[in-house]
């Protein structure tokens, strides 16, 4: 039945029970019957003028709605989500990033101790013959067998500078003695009482020098470099 024969309907029907109804009020001397068929009949013709598809839009609105919100709900939760996974990783990142700092060090530290147990191993200037004279490439040779292999290099470069291996240098000017040029010259005293005429107390002296002040030989290279002293 389409809307339009359903109005016609409700308004045929509505006005058979009016008609009804004032017969009725007629005979009873009332009106009250006719005013509450006359209700009834409006209400149905307001609910016949709904369109039949009204429902099914309002249930689709509905549902739209709730998906609306559902999604948003789970948007929420992968952003949450996310973030977790993101702080956690960050917190394994700088953990594995402090182990690896840390080994590094240990890593130092070890070869430190290497590189020392090794110098101590090496010959001490009391090990090395007594000469009259030494050449350069004596000279040398001692300072190869007392200093770390990868600090050599830089030790050699100091020594070049300073007196070019003549550890009987002097400095006419200031007193400076030596494969290092120590001023004043009794400074080598402290590796041995033969410093003056044994280069291999020179080089003990010069390398503990070098060691404790700077750290190492390339330590002190990189310093001389920058000031041409050291």
Known sequence: ?????????????????????????????????????EATAADSTLLADIPAGQQAQVQTASLTQQADVQAIAADTLAKKDAEEAARKQAAADAIAKQKA??????????????????????????????????????????????????????????????????????????????????LPAGKYASAGADWRTNPATQIKWGLNYMDSRYGSPCQAWSFWQANSWY
Request: net charge neutral; charged share 15%.
């Open 1 to 37: 039945m389409s809307p339009i024969s359903v109005r016609g309907f409700a308004v045929a029907s509505a006005t058979a029970v009016t008609a009804v109804g004032s017969v009725v009020g007629v005979a009873s001397g009332s009106t009250a019957q006719t005013n509450d068929a």
């Open 101 to 182: 700092a840390q080994q590094a060090e240990e890593a130092a530290k070890a070869r430190k101790e290497a590189e020392a147990a090794s110098r101590s191993a090496s010959r001490d200037s009391s090990s090395f013959p007594v000469q009259s004279s030494y050449t350069v490439a004596q000279i040398q040779a001692m300072a190869r067998q007392m200093v770390a292999a990868d600090q050599f290099q830089c030790f050699s470069n100091i020594v070049n500078h300073e007196s070019s291996w003549n550890y009987q240098a002097v400095n006419a000017s200031s007193g400076a003695y030596g494969l290092f040029q120590a």
